[in-house]
């Protein structure tokens, strides 16, 4: 993989503090998916394409899908520098790659994301063209080899299956759940034993629909094969698929 030249890049130096961490004393998985949004909606907005400015246009972004790759979790009070950058566009998607650093410059975690701009009168996607003309877009280095993949569909075994009322607290500002709570409803399908005794290495998420609060959704996760278990959220009242969650682990060294 090539070196990041990082000085056309932004990044911001954050600390693992105790909330972030899991029963490991790691950074959490879920807290990787917060951190990311947090510095692109920091990042588009010091470019005039944040939150405000979009809403300003009856619109706001959407994370539609993304690709996590993970060799090492930092510990509780490490430090590490998250780094981001827009990597293009494909079709109706604006892309945008995240790399995670340790303090000794070592590349521990990498994703790529596609996101898109959604009219919030209609619900319906908008092209990116304003995106591409206001944000300084290098698509010559990328986090990860290729874009965030479609999650397969194919069946698996049955290994957890629980039903979750959307409440307030999984609620964004947009009115509807929060992508990091799908990751986190996948993540809670490991036992506390296989969680302790396994290392998660790729996530892929791909989110299809809009979930709200008071909708009654089954989390219905499979065992792909021995590595891989796919998690699928569906609501309830229509069998709507809303997220599709694909996690990949191995034992620990």
Known sequence: MKTVDIKNFFKREFQVNSYH???????????????????????????????????????????????LEVDELPKWTESFTLTTWPSGTDGPFALRDFIITN?????????????????????????????????????????????APKVGN????LIHEVQHTVGVCDIDVNGHINNTKYIEWAVNSFSEN?????????????FLSEGFCNNVCTHRTEAID????????????NAKVLAVVS???????
């Open 226 to 237: 021995n590595t891989t278990r796919r998690t699928a959220i569906v609501r309830e009242d």
């Open 21 to 67: 961490t899991d029963l490991n004393g790691r950074l959490s998985i879920p807290s990787i998916f917060l951190f990311f949004q947090e510095i692109a909606w920091e990042h588009a907005s010091m470019y005039g394409f944040g939150y405000d400015d979009l809403k300003d246009h009856s619109s706001f972004w959407v994370l539609s899908r993304i690709h």
């Open 194 to 206: 296989d969680y302790k005794n396994l290392s998660i290495n790729q996530i892929d998420v791909n």
């Open 154 to 157: 194919s069946e698996g075994k």
């Open 247 to 253: 996690i990949c682990s191995g034992q620990k060294e």
């Open 103 to 147: 303090t000794q410059g070592q590349q521990v975690i990498r994703a790529t994301s596609s996101w898109l701009i959604v009219d919030a009168h209609t619900r319906r996607p908008k092209r990116p063209d304003a995106f591409k003309d206001r944000m300084s877009i290098c698509d010559t280095i990328r986090a990860t080899p290729c874009n």
